[in-house]
């Protein structure tokens, strides 16, 4: 689904996020504010990208369940990525696959850095 630069504003409505069949969704360059819903039910889903827009809050924790999500874009929107594992190098990420990322936040680090 390509929503990409149409000026919306406002939440995401959840039924967006509620499509199991969805493939890919780009809501990227718009003026989109406030939290994401959970994601867990678009098992479909293999690229996301949420960048320059207004979010707020984390990622909902249940986008790690997305199997089959390959890319997730969100650079320039204000969302945060959920806390890692006592290593902040994941928070700096703004593209990124998403095997990587649930790699790198989930690694905690044996020096406690």
């Known amino acids: ?3 990409y630069g ?14 199991p069949l969805l493939v890919e969704l780009w ?9 994401l819903p959970a994601m867990g039910a678009m098992k479909s889903l293999q690229r996301i990208d949420l ?9 909902p924790p249940d986008f790690r369940d997305l199997a089959q999500l390959i890319d997730f ?4 929107s204000r969302l945060l990525l959920p806390p890692p594992s006592n290593n902040d190098q994941c928070c700096d990420a703004g593209r990124g696959k998403v095997e990587e990322f649930i790699a790198l936040c989930d690694s905690s680090p044996k020096d406690g850095l």
């Open 1 to 3: 689904m390509v929503l």
């Open 27 to 35: 809501l990227n360059h718009n003026k989109l504010s406030g939290e």
């Open 6 to 19: 149409n000026e919306l504003t406002g939440a995401v409505p959840e039924s967006l996020f509620q499509l």
């Open 73 to 76: 874009l969100f650079a320039n």
């Open 51 to 59: 960048s320059n827009n207004q979010f707020t809050g984390e990622l």
